[in-house]
C-alpha cells in the first residue's frame, strides 16, 4: 500500500514540476508579484511598498494575503528570484493535497482502494493540476482546508492551527474554514462534545493566532475588503438591470404593492446569487468545458475528470445516506457559497478546495458502481486524463490566443528595454504594462522601488492601483512619442514602420518621431 | 353511485387548474407564432379558418392529458408523490410553455458528434438551466437532496424518474438544432416525478419544514406565472415575427392601389405569416418576396424593405414591433427618386 502511494504521489509531482517551459505558456503580473514581494521579505522583511511583516500585499492596492510570498521566501533564498522558484510554494501545496486526500480518505473510509483512488484522482484532477503549476494562493487553502478536516478527527489544535494557516492564505478560505468547521461540529457532534475542552482550547490557540488578521481587519477595514467590494456582485450591484428590466415589462397599471411584492431587491439578490451557486454544479463546467476564464480553461477539460460525470452523483447519493461521510457532501455544497458572490462565476480558482471532497466522493462512487459500467468508466477516465494532457501542453501552448492569456515571454517583454539608450525615458503601453514585470526580471531593490515608485491617487474601475512611472517608465500614458513598447493588443499599425526590436508577433519596441511618422 | 376519494379530487382540481392556466387568452398569449408553430398550423389555416385558438386548443387538451395520464400512473406507486408531481406539472412554465404552443414533437435527427452531444446533454443537466431558464421551482432541489439523504430506500418511482430524465435528454441532446427544448418533455416529466418524490420524502420526515417550504413554494409558483403571462409575453412580443402583423395591415389597406407589392425575405416565411395575419386576404397574386431592384423603384410597386433602406423611396409608413423597433419600411419610388 505504502508503494502505490508513493507512486501516486511520484505521478502527482511528475503532473506539477515537468514541462514548466511549455505550459503554463507565461509568467503572469500575479506571479510576479508573489515573487518579487517573497524578495522584498527576504531582503528587508517588508512587502514591495515597505509595509513590515504585512499580513496582506499592498501588491496592485488589492492587499492580498501575503502568506504565498512568505512560504515563497526559502525558495527564492535558494534559487533565486525566478519563475520555478516563486511558483514551488503552489506546486509543493499540490502534491501534498494528494497526501492529506489519502489520509483523510483513510479516515473516514477504510477500505483501501477507495482511498488510493481517491488520492489518485486529486493527483490527475485537472483543474488541480493546471492552478497548482501556478504561483496562486488557492492551492495553499485547499492544502490547509484539507489538512484542517483530517486533523479535525485527530488532533484539534493542529486542524486549528491548519484552518488559521488557510485564513492566511487565501480570502475565500476565510468563509469556507468557518463554515466547514460549523458542518463538522453539527455532522460529527457526538465527537465534538466527547471533546469538547480540546476543541474550546484549540479554538482559543486560533483566535490568538488570528490576531494580526483581525487586528488588520479592524484598523483597516477599507483595505482588507477592498478587494471583496470590486469582485463582489453585491457590492457592484450588477443585479440591478435585473430590477429595472423585471418593472419597466410589468403592466402601467400594476399596484406597486405586486410590484414590489415581485421585484424587489432581496428576492433579486438571491435569485443571482443562487444562479451564480448553482452555476458551480453545472455538468459541462465540472465535466466537460471547464471555467469559463481563459486563464483557468484547459481546452477539452473540465475542472474534473470526465469519469467523475458517472462516479460524483452514485458517490454523492452514497455518502448522504452515510451519517460518518456527510462532511463531504456537505464540503462539496460549501465550497462554492463565497463563489457565488463574486462577479464571474463559476469560477474554478475560488473552489479549488473542493477537489478533496470531489475526489473521495468518485472513488466512493466507483465502488457503489456495477461492475459492467467499471469498464466504460476507465476507458473515459484514460480518454479525460489524455484529452486534458493534449489541451494542456499541446493545444495551450500552441495557440496564440490561448498562450495570450498567460503573458508568454514577459521576460523577454522586459528585455527590450535593454535596447534603449540609458537614461532615455520609456513609455509602456498595453495590457502588460505592469511594473511588477520589471521588478522581478530586473531584481530591482525593494528600496530602490520605494523612492522611485508614483503611484496614480486613483485606482482604475477595477480598484486596482495604477503606477504612473518608476525611474524611466512611463506607464498609462496617452502621448505617442519617443521610446515606447507595446504588447501585441495595443499596437497600432500605423507604427509598423517605427519598429526596432520585437518579440515574435507579441512585443514591440519602437522609436517615434517626425522622421519616423513622415515615412508613410 | 359514485363516492369521490382525496385523491380524485385533487386530481379534478388539478386538472380544472391546468386548464384554465392554459387557456386563458390562447389566442393571443404567446403572441407571436414562431416557425415551429407556422410550419405547423400552415398547412392546416383553411380547415382551421385561421384561428389560432383552435390551433392551439388540441395541444393544451393533449399535454393537460400528460399531466393526468402521469399523475394516474405515478399514483399506483405512490399517492403523496402523484399528487405533488400533478401540482409541480400544473404549475411549471415549462409545461405551460409547451402547452400553449401548436408545436408537434418532432426529432431532427441527428447529431451524432460526441462531444457535441455530450456538451448538450450536460447543458441540460445544469441546474441553472433547469431551475432558472426552464423555471423548475427551486425550492424544492433542496428538498430533494434532504429526499436522498433521508428515502429509507430508493423505489421504483426514484428509477423511473431517473430513467426519464436520462432517456428525455438524451433524446433532446440528439437534436440538431440546439435550444429546441421540446424533446427536453420526457425529462420534465421525469424531474417533476423526481422533485416530487423528494418533497415528499422529507417533508414526511421533518415536518416542521412544511410551512417554510409551503410559503417559499407559493411565493415561487406566483413570481413564475406572473414571469410566464407577463415578462416572457413581453419577450414573445419583442420577436421579429411580430413585424409581420402591422406589415398585413398595410398591404390589406392598399393592395388595391398598387399592381405588385415586394417584401424582402430579411425576415423568414413572409408570405405565410402575411397570409396568416391577413387571415387569406392578400392578393397573392401581387405579393412578390425578393430583394430589392432598381425595377422595384417604380410607382406601380410598394417596396416592403429594411428600415435602413428607406433613402431610395417615398416612405409610406414605417413598421415596429410592440416594443417600439422599428424594423420595417413599405415605401413606393417616384419619377424624381427613379
Known amino acids: ?520 | 353511485m359514485i363516492s369521490i376519494t382525496w385523491s380524485m379530487l385533487i386530481i379534478i382540481v388539478l386538472t380544472f387548474i391546468s386548464l384554465i392556466l392554459r387557456l386563458i387568452n390562447l389566442g393571443d398569449f404567446p403572441a407571436n407564432i414562431s416557425v415551429g408553430e407556422l410550419g405547423f398550423i400552415y398547412p392546416l389555416r383553411h380547415l382551421i379558418n385561421y384561428n389560432l385558438f383552435i390551433a392551439r386548443l388540441p395541444f393544451v387538451l393533449l399535454y393537460t392529458a400528460t399531466i393526468l395520464l402521469v399523475v394516474i400512473l405515478v399514483r399506483r406507486l405512490s399517492r403523496p408523490i402523484a399528487i405533488w408531481t400533478g401540482i409541480l406539472l400544473t404549475v411549471s412554465p415549462w409545461h405551460l410553455g409547451l402547452s400553449r404552443r401548436a408545436v408537434p414533437l418532432w426529432f431532427p435527427w441527428l447529431n451524432l458528434e460526441l462531444t457535441k452531444f455530450l456538451e448538450r446533454f450536460f447543458d441540460f443537466l445544469s441546474p441553472v438551466n433547469l431551475f432558472f431558464a426552464n423555471s423548475l421551482l427551486s425550492v424544492t432541489l433542496p428538498l430533494l437532496l434532504i429526499g436522498l439523504a433521508r428515502a429509507k430506500k430508493f423505489d421504483r418511482l426514484f428509477w423511473l424518474s431517473v430513467k426519464l430524465i436520462i432517456a428525455g435528454t438524451g433524446l433532446a441532446s440528439l437534436q440538431v438544432y440546439f435550444g429546441n427544448h421540446d424533446a427536453l418533455v420526457l425529462a420534465l416529466f421525469g424531474w417533476t416525478i423526481l422533485l416530487g418524490w423528494g418533497i415528499t420524502h422529507s417533508l414526511h420526515r421533518f415536518p416542521w419544514l412544511v410551512f417554510i417550504f409551503t410559503s417559499i413554494f407559493i411565493y415561487q409558483i406566483i413570481n413564475s406565472l406572473h414571469n410566464y403571462f407577463i415578462h416572457l409575453q413581453a419577450q414573445a412580443r419583442s420577436q421579429w415575427e411580430m413585424i409581420y402583423q402591422p406589415v398585413s395591415r398595410f398591404i390589406l389597406d392598399h393592395q388595391d392601389e398598387y399592381q405588385r407589392i415586394v417584401v424582402i425575405p430579411k425576415y423568414g416565411y413572409p408570405r405565410e405569416y402575411l397570409d396568416w395575419y391577413s387571415k387569406g386576404q392578400i392578393d397573392q397574386s401581387k405579393l412578390v418576396i425578393d430583394q430589392f431592384k432598381d425595377d422595384y423603384l417604380n410607382p406601380n410597386t410598394v417596396y416592403i424593405g429594411h428600415i435602413n433602406e428607406q433613402i431610395k423611396h417615398q416612405v409610406l409608413a414605417t413598421f415596429e414591433l410592440p416594443t417600439g423597433s422599428v424594423l420595417l419600411f413599405a415605401g413606393t419610388g417616384t419619377a424624381q427618386a427613379k
Open chain 1, 1 to 520: 500500500m505504502k508503494l502505490i502511494v508513493a507512486l501516486i504521489v511520484i505521478l502527482a509531482f511528475l503532473l506539477r514540476w515537468l514541462g514548466h517551459d511549455v505550459s503554463p505558456p507565461g509568467f503572469t503580473a500575479d506571479e510576479a508579484v508573489f515573487g518579487y514581494n517573497a524578495y522584498s521579505l527576504l531582503k528587508y522583511g517588508t512587502d514591495q511598498f515597505g509595509a513590515k511583516f504585512p499580513v496582506a500585499l499592498r501588491a496592485f492596492g488589492d492587499y492580498r494575503p501575503a502568506l504565498y510570498s512568505y512560504l515563497a521566501t526559502p525558495f527564492i533564498k535558494f534559487f533565486g528570484l525566478t519563475e520555478i522558484a516563486t511558483r514551488l510554494p503552489a506546486i509543493l501545496a499540490g502534491i501534498m493535497t494528494v497526501l492529506v486526500v489519502y489520509f483523510l480518505a483513510k479516515e473516514l473510509l477504510h477500505p483501501r482502494g477507495v482511498v488510493l483512488l481517491a488520492a489518485m484522482l486529486v493527483a490527475v484532477s485537472p483543474a488541480h493540476i493546471l492552478i497548482s503549476r501556478y504561483a496562486d494562493m488557492s492551492p495553499l487553502s485547499t492544502l490547509f482546508l484539507g489538512l484542517g478536516v483530517w486533523l479535525w478527527f485527530r488532533q484539534p489544535m493542529l486542524a486549528s492551527i491548519s484552518f488559521v494557516l488557510a485564513a492566511y492564505s487565501y480570502h475565500n478560505a476565510r468563509l469556507t474554514g468557518p463554515l466547514l468547521l460549523l458542518g463538522l461540529m453539527l455532522l460529527y457532534w457526538h465527537q465534538f462534545k466527547s471533546r469538547l475542552r480540546q476543541f474550546i482550547i484549540a479554538a482559543g490557540l486560533g483566535l490568538i493566532l488570528l490576531l494580526p488578521l483581525i487586528l488588520f481587519l479592524i484598523r483597516s477595514p477599507e483595505l482588507a475588503l477592498r478587494r471583496g467590494f470590486y469582485e463582489s456582485f453585491l457590492s457592484q450591484k450588477s443585479y440591478l438591470p435585473r430590477v429595472t428590466t423585471d418593472v419597466s415589462t410589468d403592466p402601467a397599471d400594476q399596484s406597486p404593492l405586486i410590484t414590489r411584492f415581485l421585484h424587489n431587491k432581496p428576492k433579486v439578490i438571491l435569485t443571482q446569487w443562487a444562479e451564480n451557486y448553482l452555476s458551480h454544479f453545472s455538468p459541462n463546467f465540472l465535466f466537460l468545458t471547464g471555467d469559463t476564464h481563459e486563464r483557468f480553461q484547459t481546452p477539452g477539460s473540465g475542472v474534473y475528470n470526465l469519469s467523475l460525470a458517472l462516479l460524483l452523483p452514485i458517490g454523492l447519493v452514497a455518502a448522504l445516506r452515510r451519517p460518518s461521510l456527510r462532511i463531504l457532501p456537505a464540503w462539496f455544497f460549501i465550497s462554492p457559497l463565497t463563489a457565488s458572490l463574486g462577479l464571474f462565476t463559476p469560477n474554478s480558482l475560488h473552489t479549488l478546495d473542493s477537489v478533496i471532497p470531489v475526489s473521495i466522493l468518485g472513488s466512493l462512487g466507483w465502488f457503489n458502481l456495477g461492475k459492467k459500467l467499471r469498464l466504460v468508466t476507465v476507458m473515459i477516465f484514460i480518454y479525460s486524463v489524455y484529452r486534458f494532457g493534449w489541451g494542456y501542453f499541446i493545444t495551450m501552448p500552441q495557440n496564440p490566443e490561448l498562450r495570450w492569456n498567460w503573458f508568454p515571454r514577459a521576460g523577454d517583454y522586459v528585455n527590450l528595454t535593454r535596447f534603449v539608450p540609458a537614461m532615455e525615458p520609456i513609455t509602456i503601453i498595453g495590457s502588460h504594462n505592469f511594473p511588477q514585470f520589471y521588478l522581478f526580471y530586473n531584481r530591482i531593490d525593494p528600496q530602490e522601488f520605494q523612492r522611485q515608485v508614483k503611484v496614480n491617487p486613483i485606482p482604475d474601475t477595477n480598484g486596482f492601483e495604477q503606477i504612473d512611472r518608476l525611474e524611466r517608465f512611463k506607464f498609462n500614458s496617452a502621448s505617442i512619442s519617443g521610446w515606447m513598447i507595446f504588447d501585441r493588443d495595443s499596437f497600432p499599425s500605423a507604427l509598423g514602420r517605427c519598429i526596432r526590436q520585437r518579440v515574435d508577433d507579441l512585443y514591440y519596441l519602437v522609436y517615434v518621431d517626425n522622421n519616423c511618422l513622415n515615412l508613410h
